[in-house]
C-alpha cells in the first residue's frame, strides 16, 4: 500500500483566500484524524472520522474550518476564509482497531502558509 | 480532560541509553502509545502499551504505569539518526481520540 497520501505538500496563500487540503487514507483503515502542528501548540486533533461519519470537531478551531469525507477514500480540510494564524503542518492519519494498537499511520503533511 | 507532559529537550551521546518521560492527567485512557519525528517528517509509531509493564521492540523499550500516572520510552545504544522529536499519546477511553503530548527533542552527538 501507499500510505496515506496528502496534497498539496506545501501551499502558499493571501489571506482570505480558501485553502482545500486532501487525503487518502490507507485502504481498509476506519478512521481518519485530522491534526494540525505547530510550535506553539504541538499536535492538535481537530476532527476525526470512523466510517466516513465525524465523529468528534470539538478540535475544529472556528467555524472557517470544514472537513467531509465523502466516501472510505478520500476526505477534505478545508479553511474558508484563511488568516496568517492558520500557518501550520496538516497531518492526515488513519488507522484500524486504534484501539487495540494505539497505532496512526501518518501522511506526509501539508504545509500551509498564509501570508 | 487530558493532559500529557514530556521534557522539551534531552542530549546524550552516541551509544549511550536516554529515557524520555510521560506524566499525564487524564479521566481514563486504553492505552500509551510513542512516536518519532524527524524535522521535516510525519510522526511515525514506535510502540504501544495497553498494559502495564514493559514493552521491547529492539532498541527501544516503553513502559507504562496506570497507578503512578507515568510512562517512558528507554532508546538504547543510541545512533544519530535517533535525534529526532518523540512524542507519548494516549488513548481517550470510551472514544477513538489520540491525544499527543508536548514532544521531547532529542539530539544525540557523536
Known amino acids: 500500500d501507499a500510505g496515506v497520501i496528502q496534497s498539496p505538500r506545501h501551499e502558499v496563500t493571501e489571506m482570505g483566500q480558501e485553502v482545500t487540503l486532501r487525503c487518502k487514507p490507507i485502504?481498509?483503515?476506519?478512521?481518519l484524524f485530522w491534526y494540525r502542528q505547530t510550535m506553539m501548540r504541538g499536535l492538535e486533533l481537530l476532527i476525526y472520522?470512523?466510517?466516513?461519519?465525524?465523529?468528534?470537531d470539538s478540535g475544529m478551531p472556528e467555524d472557517r474550518f470544514s472537513a467531509k469525507m465523502p466516501n472510505a477514500s478520500f476526505s477534505t480540510l478545508k479553511i474558508q476564509p484563511s488568516e496568517p494564524r492558520d500557518s501550520a503542518v496538516y497531518f492526515c492519519?488513519?488507522?484500524?482497531?486504534?484501539?487495540?494498537?494505539?497505532?496512526?499511520?501518518f501522511g506526509e503533511g501539508s504545509r500551509l502558509t498564509v501570508l | 480532560g487530558q493532559s500529557l507532559e514530556q521534557p522539551s529537550e534531552v542530549t546524550a551521546v552516541e551509544g549511550a541509553i536516554v529515557q524520555i518521560n510521560c506524566t499525564y492527567q487524564?479521566?481514563?485512557?486504553?492505552?500509551l502509545s510513542w512516536y518519532q519525528q524527524h524535522d521535516g517528517g510525519a510522526p511515525t509509531f514506535l510502540s504501544y502499551?495497553?498494559?502495564?509493564g514493559l514493552e521491547e521492540t529492539g532498541r527501544f523499550s516503553s513502559f507504562l504505569s496506570r497507578s503512578d500516572s507515568y510512562g517512558y520510552l528507554l532508546l538504547q545504544e543510541l545512533q544519530m539518526k535517533d535525534s529526532a522529536s518523540y512524542f507519548c499519546?494516549?488513548?481517550?477511553?470510551?472514544?477513538?481520540?489520540?491525544?499527543f503530548g508536548t514532544g521531547t527533542r532529542l539530539q544525540v552527538f557523536p
Open positions: 492519519a488513519s488507522s484500524f482497531l486504534i484501539e487495540n494498537t494505539g497505532e496512526l499511520f
Open positions: 485502504s481498509g483503515h476506519d478512521y
Open positions: 472520522f470512523n466510517n466516513n461519519v465525524p465523529i468528534d
Open positions: 487524564t479521566s481514563g485512557f486504553y492505552g
Open positions: 502499551n495497553a498494559l502495564d
Open positions: 499519546a494516549v488513548g481517550v477511553y470510551n472514544t477513538d481520540k489520540l491525544i
